[in-house]
């Protein structure tokens, strides 16, 4: 199985910060990597596809990115709105595997 | 539009059985795979297997071998997950998603409460 390495588990960011998460994989994915909003009671939305596509909707101040087998997500400016927990996923084999959560706290 | 739309919320007594149902539309059901994640309170995401929408075809992660069961009702453009002999561990949310090599389409989910 693939594992996702998701860091950091938590943080907590000012709304002039430039946020970043990261989800390491334990082998290639060829990029088959999405990112999740989680709001509290809510189901997760779609942030980023194929590792650096936006999805519909979803503020340009989101970015995704890949150096290696690491993935990146990038929240530019953030806004109050952007808490809660974030998740990547592996579409690469199954099982699909998640990434464990970043709850980020916006200041 | 398109939507994922999951039945209500369940609560069953330890050993019996649940059905949880997820209703498509504004798409061709048998067009994209369902999968399902499960999320137990205050946890993380974690994905379970999925099912072939045009050939009826389940695939479970190993943690969920037995007990559960995905099905159809084609027809219905409806992905059903069954979970039988209920247990404590069971109790929590699931989720049914569209994939489209990325769930782009999710279920507001369903809470299974299991209490004797």
């Known amino acids: 199985d693939i594992q996702m390495t998701q860091s950091p588990a938590s943080l907590s960011a000012s709304l002039e910060e430039i946020v970043t998460i990261t989800c390491k994989a334990s082998?290639?994915?060829?990029?088959?990597l999405s990112w999740y909003q989680q709001k509290p009671g809510k189901s997760p939305q779609l942030l980023i596809y194929d590792a650096t596509s936006l999805a519909d909707g979803v503020p340009s101040r989101f970015s995704g990115s890949r150096s290696g087998t690491q993935y990146s997500l990038k929240i530019s400016r953030p806004q109050v709105d952007d808490s809660g927990i974030y998740y990547c996923?592996?579409?690469?084999?199954?099982?699909?595997?998640f990434g464990a959560g970043t709850k980020l706290e916006l200041k | 539009q398109i939507q994922l739309v999951q039945s209500g919320p369940e609560l069953k007594k330890p050993g019996e059985s649940v059905k949880i149902s997820c209703k498509a539309s504004g798409y061709t059901f048998t067009d994209y795979a369902m999968h399902w994640v499960k999320q137990a309170p205050g946890k993380g995401l974690k994905w379970m297997g999925w099912?072939?929408?045009?050939?009826?075809?389940?695939t479970y992660a190993d943690d969920f071998k037995g007990r559960f069961v995905f099905s159809l009702e084609a027809s219905a453009s409806t992905a059903n997950l069954q979970i039988s002999n209920l247990k404590n561990e069971d109790a929590t949310t699931y989720f049914c998603?569209?994939?489209?090599?990325?769930?782009?389409?999710w279920g507001q989910g369903v809470m299974v409460t299991v209490s004797s």
């Open positions: 998603a569209r994939n489209n090599y990325y769930f782009d389409y």
């Open positions: 082998q290639g994915i060829d990029d088959y």
């Open positions: 996923l592996q579409s690469y084999s199954i099982p699909y595997t």
């Open positions: 099912i072939n929408t045009y050939t009826g075809k389940p």
